[in-house]
């Protein structure tokens, strides 16, 4: 029986900015960073509380993927605190906070383009 999503891939044209990005300004902790093909690392990262895990990865056969939306959304507390937060750590985003009602939401964007909807709960 499934239990849980193991990892999700981010594509990435830059594994090391990608890295500080979601390290330094989205706050996922690295978990692994280890060679893994000559070309690029394995680098999986995670959210505190959660199994789920991110991996920078890009296989080659992908790269036209890179900068595409992320189908899926990240849950957060509180959209709007959320928002302010990366905001002052310098991430961009494509949508501020709007509310629906289905919830609120806002949709912020990595440095490849990829773009993340932050949903509440």
């Known amino acids: 029986m499934i239990t849980h999503v193991k990892f999700v891939s981010i594509p990435t044209s830059d594994q090391d900015r990608a890295l500080r990005f979601y390290t330094e300004q989205v706050g996922f902790r690295l978990l692994t960073d280890q060679p893994f093909d000559g070309k690029q690392r394995w680098i999986e990262m995670g959210i505190a509380g959660s199994e789920?895990?991110?991996?920078?990865?890009?296989?080659?056969?992908?790269?036209?993927?890179?900068?595409?939306?992320?189908?899926?959304?990240?849950?957060?507390?509180?959209?709007?605190?959320?928002?302010?937060?990366l905001t002052a750590?310098?991430?961009?985003?494509?949508?501020?906070?709007?509310?629906?009602?289905?919830?609120?939401?806002?949709?912020?964007?990595?440095?490849?383009?990829?773009q993340f909807v932050l949903s509440s709960k």
């Open 52 to 85: 789920t895990k991110f991996v920078l990865f890009t296989p080659d056969d992908q790269r036209d993927r890179i900068g595409g939306f992320f189908a899926g959304a990240l849950a957060c507390d509180n959209v709007e605190a959320t928002y302010r937060q």
């Open 89 to 114: 750590k310098g991430v961009e985003f494509a949508s501020p906070p709007q509310q629906q009602p289905w919830g609120e939401f806002a949709i912020m964007k990595d440095p490849d383009g990829n």
